[in-house]
């Protein structure tokens, strides 16, 4: 298993200004995924960022509204850009916990824009 | 790609009774099936896999979901309820060579006394 500590856990923000959400692993991990959970929803893939490596971002999200960066096996961050309140919701980051194909959670990055 | 259809967004059931959570996915490769469980105000847990082997997987706390490749489904059941299940339930496929999730609409169960 793998134990996954997000920051912050939830922070309330303006409109227009950016956050940085960090991931850290308590092991060393080559698959990371960053998902988002919008308010009443299911959980959406936005990017895998893998380490050594460019993320890569799924249809709809776009490098400039989430950078990631991943800058060794057991951290990476993820910013939300110029947000607006449609950008609330809880950020989850995610890793593949050996070869068994199973994906592990963090508590989440509860994210509430005013 | 692969897709994933919950087709009960809420389901109230008894304590003590039985409840069937229904999944069914769409995939053109083999793929890996998960159920995964938020209780309020908590985080994503895993409660159970299907990766390869007997169709049939169990949860500690009870649960079971059978892979059914001709139907295209992996269905969550469990015989007897406790309020403490009271969370939303999300069914989640990914390929079998690239883990990214697809993760179902989510159920949300309600157990009453």
């Known amino acids: 298993s793998a134990v996954i500590s997000q920051k912050p856990s939830r922070d309330i923000c303006q409109r227009g200004t950016s956050l940085t959400i960090q991931c850290q692993v308590d092991?060393?991990?080559?698959?990371m995924f960053w998902y988002r959970q919008q308010p009443g929803q299911s959980l959406t893939l936005i990017a895998t960022?893998?380490?050594?490596?460019?993320?890569?971002?799924e249809s709809g999200f776009v490098i400039d509204k989430f950078p990631i960066s991943r800058p060794n096996l057991t951290f990476s961050t993820l910013t939300v850009s110029n947000m607006s309140p449609e950008d609330s919701s809880i950020y989850l980051c995610?890793?593949?916990?050996?070869?068994?194909?199973?994906?592990?959670f963090g508590e989440g990055s509860r994210l509430t824009v005013l | 790609a692969q897709s994933v259809t919950q087709l009960d967004s809420q389901v109230p059931v008894f304590e003590e009774a039985p409840v069937e959570l229904r999944c069914n996915y769409s995939?053109?490769?083999?793929?890996?099936l998960f159920w995964y469980v938020q209780y309020p105000n908590q985080g994503l847990q895993l409660l159970l896999k299907?990766?390869?082997?007997?169709?049939l997987v169990e949860s500690i706390n009870g649960f079971e979901a059978e892979f059914n490749k001709s139907q295209t489904s992996f269905h969550l059941r469990k015989p007897s309820v406790h309020i403490s299940d009271t969370a939303e339930y999300f069914c989640?496929?990914?390929?079998?060579?690239?883990?990214?999730?697809?993760f179902g609409a989510g159920t949300t169960v309600t157990v009453r006394a």
């Open positions: 989640a496929v990914s390929g079998s060579n690239d883990y990214k999730l697809s």
């Open positions: 960022a893998n380490q050594g490596s460019e993320a890569t971002y």
């Open positions: 299907y990766l390869s082997g007997s169709t």
């Open positions: 092991s060393q991990v080559t698959m």
């Open positions: 995610s890793v593949v916990g050996g070869n068994t194909g199973e994906l592990f």
């Open positions: 995939s053109s490769v083999s793929v890996y």
